[in-house]
């Protein structure tokens, strides 16, 4: 399935839905599977979302939505109803938003927008708690699998990050309903309102997982963001996640840290994303620089 397209099975699903549909627009971003395409029904704006055989995101998705966890952001208009589904098909629809990306515009790195994300992310965090049985343990093997696949660190960093990820022992921290890729990108903003979209990575998992792409992007370049983030949040569940098990002193923050890097930096390569991988080795490095200080 090309980038744009639906396949046979799923034009015909969101054609018994929609029928006479017009496409607005591709929304896509062409790196992986997923096509989110903007379609009139109606008089209606609406968006489709298809993914391919390969794309797991989808599933996530339908499970954030039948789980009833949106639903905190779409009793306020946060975040869009899910109108039609068909798993098999690989095929979404749901209400389209207003509000433009926030993501590589001023909106993206202003305080308020990021008061306001920190807010949103709070309820959404807020709605459950479950104890890990293995969660932590596990994304560190999943990191690990990473190096295990293609990718252009080099061998004396992979060397490093292997030790680095062998010294970090797991922390098992309670788990709360995330995001998953909680940034601009996936911020709309509309005058003093912000909303979410995209549940392709939904899962739970630690809450401080939901604030490292922030750190690695938005909160570097800005400071100001990360202050009013979390003032908005309501605090910041990092503070006291600092282990000593086995002498290392290190925090759980870092070793998110250097989980997501070392993803970052294998998922760019693999899928032919050459500035989101150069931001990976920088994660990388600034990561290893912590640890190793």
Same mark, same amino acid.
Request: glycine share 8%; proline share 6%; hydrophobic share 45%.
């Given at each position: ?24 627009a591709?929304?896509s ?10 379609m ?27 789980g ?10 946060s =975040?869009? #109803?899910? $109108?039609?589904?068909?798993? @098999?098909?690989?095929?979404? &629809?749901?209400?389209? %938003?207003?509000? +433009?990306l ?34 932590d343990a596990?994304?560190?093997?999943? =990191?690990? #699998?990473? $190096?295990d696949?293609?990718? @252009?660190?080099s061998?004396? &960093?992979?060397?490093? %990050?292997?030790? +680095? ?13 995330t ?25 739970f998992?630690? =809450?401080?997982?939901?604030f490292?792409?922030?750190? @690695? ?5 800005s400071?100001?963001?990360?202050? +009013? ?13 600092d ?18 890097a ?6 760019a390569h693999?899928?032919g ?21």
């Amino acid at each position: 399935m090309g980038p744009g397209r639906l396949s046979a099975p799923q034009r015909a699903r969101v054609d018994a839905w929609l029928p006479g549909a017009e496409l607005v627009a591709d929304l896509s971003w062409n790196l992986v599977e997923t096509v989110v395409l903007r379609m009139r029904h109606a008089g209606r704006e609406l968006i489709v979302k298809a993914a391919g055989d390969g794309d797991h995101h989808l599933g996530r998705e339908l499970a954030a939505h039948a789980g009833g966890f949106v639903s905190v952001w779409q009793q306020s208009g946060s =975040a869009a #109803r899910l $109108l039609h589904a068909d798993p @098999a098909a690989r095929v979404i &629809v749901l209400e389209w %938003l207003p509000g +433009a990306l926030a993501y590589r515009t001023p909106a993206g790195v202003d305080p308020e927008v990021h008061r306001r994300a920190g807010d949103l992310l709070r309820r959404f965090h807020a709605q459950a708690a479950r104890p890990s049985e293995g969660t932590d343990a596990a994304a560190t093997a999943r =990191a690990l #699998r990473w $190096l295990d696949s293609p990718h @252009a660190i080099s061998p004396a &960093v992979e060397a490093r %990050l292997r030790l +680095a990820l062998d010294a970090l022992p797991p922390v098992e921290v309670d788990l709360v309903p995330t995001h998953g890729d909680w940034q601009p990108r996936n911020w709309l903003v509309d005058g003093d309102t912000v909303r979410v979209i995209d549940f392709g990575r939904f899962a739970f998992r630690p =809450a401080a997982t939901d604030f490292v792409r922030l750190a @690695a992007q938005e909160w570097r370049e800005s400071p100001d963001c990360e202050t +009013a983030f979390f003032e908005g949040y309501g605090g910041d569940p990092r503070l006291g996640s600092d282990v000593s098990e086995r002498g290392s002193g290190r925090s759980h923050w870092l070793q998110l840290r250097l989980r997501e890097a070392i993803g970052t930096a294998c998922w760019a390569h693999q899928v032919g994303d050459a500035e989101f991988e150069a931001q990976g080795h920088r994660m990388i490095a600034e990561a290893l620089a912590e640890y190793e200080a």
